[in-house]
């Protein structure tokens, strides 16, 4: 199976290859912010065959002679911004049959053809992280995509571990929302007892594995949800754990040190009462910001300060949308809300491309503008920080996905006639946040 | 007219708020307002304007050249100056921030129509919510019953300050919330589609029309509290505030007001922009959807462009919060503006939007909604283009209160 995922993955790689340009492509004139490096006012970014061959200050990179040259003169460019957690797709939600399913694969229902990845490419979004919802404590894998056109969710797919083919995290969730109308979860400390269960098991599960020691007669049978944790306790597959009152985010991290598995705080909205707590585990954060407080009673205390107090903390955070909590034309909206907090300018952009990138294992491929990474950027009318900028184009990978002047495109970003279809999946989402 | 005793008390109270001397928080304190650049919506921005405020009225707007600032003035000063910013429509203060039933009075779902259910009988001056906006520019707000039944109650304006209604209150009975389409369907069992909605609709301003008929003549008849409100509509009283978001619930919506000739504003009217010839025709204003709607449901055509299509047509709009169920709470209509602003609107039309066109849809331009003498002395004090995202609400001044500092 895994040598069939690793050969799709070849080809892929391979058709992407032939679509990419074979001319060198040149964008001069434009402020580009790289992330990893200083802003440069009058820069160059210089993109091969889908990667990015050079950045730098107009003069000091040479031009190859037979580029494509692209006059990107009072725009500013930076790195496509990545979302770690967001519902566009529209894939399934959480199965209610039972509150535990890892072996479930949002990827499995995924319409590669929804409006939504247009809508989130005019918002400036290359790399994504798309979940199942959190009325459950295991929903199922999350999918790190690129929302490029495509016919197939393959197409789509960020690898992030070639060997086992892995392309994405298992979504968890504690606090009230996964808790049950059947009373099954009914409270917090059966919740983290029914997850602890599973990984008990999940460890047992890999400990015969190892003694078969590559021995088919003694490998213990298939199961999907075992693999799948294995994964977790591996290392290999990161957890993303909705979480949202500073107690429940300390359980989360009391569960995820227990058993040594990976794992990325998702909302955290109390994350400032614990903000050194989170530091000093090293445990990632997701984060949000709304125009208001309130809506939601675990969550009253979400304030846009949130990320400020992480800043200061030290801790390693990012933006999300969980789209259509904020749509995906907001993201970058998003950061500014908290920059209006006192967040620094660059710690804001960071959160919005390098640090999700790194809690997605993508941070080799995407996040910022530097030699050797894939050609994922955004052209910008102007100040990311200011109302009036638009994002004027999306590149993914050197291909332009999406251009504000081309109406087809544009209409993504400003919403019209018949562009969205109502999914009454996505609807659904917005009560079950 | 002040009786001579009248006046001589008046003059003795003037004199001794004189002695007293201005004070922060207090309405007689004299306060003047620099800004750099003054919107006054009354004539071309001022650049180093000055807006004198005395007694909680605006007393004098100029040009700092030309406006003395009395030594006993206490004096504020901004790079921005705008009126009180107005949320067309909102519900905060019948809804609440806990988002729990305790604090939820938007919508009563024991009948679809109630429209003698009264906005001030459920408001809590002191939610969260309420200085929440306050804090972001929001000044006076329509705020009252939700969408989703046929007629879920009253609307009424209030200034976003005060300790209880009667301090915050500017008209108690502003409009009456109606909602067209197939938001009535999921919150009652009868009426079950759209076209019954209309039915009961009509049925029920049918059935008011004797009782008008009856108390304009003087006839005596046992008091109706429904009726007596529905019949104040078709008296031009009270205003119809109908919900429809489809175009066909738009024109549905103007089909009625030509069928009964009340005084109308549509809410929402995310596909207005597919008929914008009926509207523009029918007089009738909009008050729009929140720029950021999520496109769901019957707003899912909604686009950022609507306002800037709606001012191109002539048909007078405002913003509004509007009503959210789950988070964030309330939206904040400045922020609704701002996407506007930027999607094709401008900063200076989405600022008349969200003063003084919404106050004249409101019908409190007499008061609000403009810096001009004789006004409330509500204003905002900003470092920056108000809708600007990194832009700061420094001072909030109301009925010439200063009601929040950002320090």
Redesign the interface.
């Given at each position: 199976m895994k040598v069939i995922f690793k050969l799709m993955v070849i080809m892929i790689c391979m058709a992407a290859a032939v679509q990419a340009q074979d001319r060198p492509q040149v964008f001069e004139g434009a402020e580009i912010i790289p992330i990893t490096g200083e802003a440069i006012s009058n820069g160059v970014l210089i993109v091969e065959n889908g990667l990015i061959t050079a950045v730098g200050e107009a003069g000091s990179v040479s031009i190859p002679r037979n580029a494509d040259r692209f006059d990107v003169t009072g725009k500013v460019i930076m790195p496509g911004i990545v979302d770690t957690h967001s519902h566009i797709g529209e894939g399934d939600g959480g199965d209610g049959s039972a509150s535990l399913h890892p072996d479930v694969r949002i990827l499995d229902t995924i319409d590669p053809r929804s409006s939504t990845f247009r809508k989130a490419l005019s918002g400036g979004i290359t790399s994504v992280n798309i979940m199942p919802g959190s009325g459950l404590l295991m929903s199922g894998q999350t999918v790190y995509v690129k929302p490029k056109p495509a016919d197939t969710i393959e197409e789509m797919l960020i690898i992030v571990d070639e060997e086992t083919g892995i392309y994405g995290g298992l979504k968890m969730a504690n606090g009230t929302n996964p808790l049950r109308s059947n009373g099954s979860p009914g409270t917090r400390a059966k919740s983290a007892a029914l997850v602890r269960k599973m990984y008990v098991e999940a460890q047992e599960y890999k400990a015969k594995i190892e003694e078969a020691a590559d021995d088919p007669e003694k490998m213990p049978a298939r199961n999907l949800q075992m693999e799948t944790l294995v994964e977790v306790l591996e290392g290999k597959r990161i957890v993303h754990n909705h979480t949202h009152r500073h107690d429940d985010i300390l359980t989360a991290m009391r569960l995820a040190e227990e058993f040594g598995y990976r794992m990325v705080l998702q909302h955290v909205s109390e994350g400032w009462k614990v903000a050194d707590e989170i530091a000093a585990s090293g445990f990632p954060a997701s984060i949000i910001t709304l125009d208001s407080p309130g809506g939601k009673l675990e969550a009253i205390n979400l304030l846009n300060k949130n990320g400020r107090m992480l800043e200061e903390a030290g801790a390693l955070f990012a933006f999300h949308s969980d789209d259509p909590i904020v749509d995906s034309r907001f993201l970058l909206r998003s950061a500014v809300m908290a920059v209006k907090e006192g967040m620094s300018r660059d710690m804001a952009l960071r959160a919005l491309t390098i640090n999700g990138a790194m809690m997605m294992d993508i941070d080799d491929r995407v996040g910022s503008l530097e030699a050797g990474k894939d050609a994922d950027f955004v052209i910008l009318s102007g100040d990311p920080f200011s109302v009036y900028t638009h994002v004027e184009q999306t590149w993914i990978e050197g291909e332009k996905v999406w251009d504000r002047e081309n109406p087809e495109d544009r209409k993504y970003a400003t919403g019209g006639y018949e562009i969205f279809r109502a999914s009454a999946n996505q609807h659904v989402h917005v009560e079950g946040h | 007219m002040a009786s001579t005793g009248n006046m001589r008390m008046l003059f003795l109270l003037l004199m001794s708020c004189l002695i007293a001397g201005p004070m922060a928080g207090d309405a007689e304190a004299q306060i003047a307002v620099k800004g750099e650049i003054v919107y006054t919506m009354d004539g071309d921005p001022i650049q180093n304007g000055v807006v004198l405020i005395n007694d909680g009225k605006i007393e004098r707007v100029g040009s700092a050249s030309r406006v003395r600032i009395p030594s006993d003035y206490e004096i504020y000063e901004a790079k921005i100056v705008t009126p009180g910013l107005i949320d067309a429509r909102t519900v905060v203060g019948l809804a609440?921030?806990?988002?729990?039933q305790h604090d939820q009075d938007i919508l009563e779902t024991s009948s679809a129509v109630q429209p003698e259910l009264r906005a001030m009988d459920a408001y809590n001056a002191q939610e969260?919510?309420v200085d929440?906006?306050k804090s972001k520019g929001m000044t006076t707000i329509h705020t009252g019953h939700g969408p989703g039944a046929v007629m879920s109650g009253q609307t009424m304006i209030v200034k976003s300050t005060g300790r209880t209604l009667d301090e915050a209150l500017v008209d108690s009975t502003t409009m009456i919330a109606i909602t067209l389409g197939s938001g009535v369907r999921s919150n009652f069992s009868s009426p079950g589609t759209r076209s019954k909605t209309v039915a009961v609709l009509r049925q029920e301003l049918i059935g008011a029309m004797d009782y008008a008929e009856k108390r304009s003549e003087g006839e005596s008849q046992s008091r109706d509290l429904k009726k007596e409100v529905i019949a104040d509509l078709l008296d031009g009283k009270v205003t119809a505030m109908v919900s429809a978001n489809t175009a066909s619930d738009i024109v549905t919506a103007l089909r009625i007001q030509r069928e009964f000739g009340f005084p109308m504003v549509l809410e929402g009217a995310a596909?207005a922009?597919?008929v914008l010839d009926e509207i523009k025709a029918s007089g009738v204003p909009v008050i729009l959807h929140p720029t950021?709607i999520?496109?769901?449901?019957e707003a899912?055509?909604?686009?950022?462009?609507t306002a800037a299509k709606l001012h191109e047509a002539g048909i007078p709009f405002s913003f509004q919060s509007g009503y959210?169920?789950?988070?964030?709470?309330?939206?904040?209509a400045r922020?609704e503006a701002?996407?506007a602003?930027?999607?094709g609107l401008g900063m200076e039309k989405a600022l008349f939007a969200t003063t003084l066109g919404a106050a004249q849809i409101l019908g409190v331009d007499g008061r609000v909604g403009s810096l001009e003498r004789g006004k409330d002395a509500d204003l905002v004090l900003f470092d920056g283009d108000p809708?600007?995202?990194?832009t700061?609400v420094e001072v909030v001044i109301i009925d010439g209160s200063v009601v929040y500092t950002r320090e």
């Open positions: - | 609440g921030y806990y988002n729990q969260f919510l929440f906006v596909e922009y597919l950021m999520r496109p769901f449901g899912k055509n909604a686009s950022y462009e959210e169920s789950y988070v964030p709470k309330t939206r904040i922020y701002a996407i602003a930027a999607n809708f600007e995202y990194l700061n």
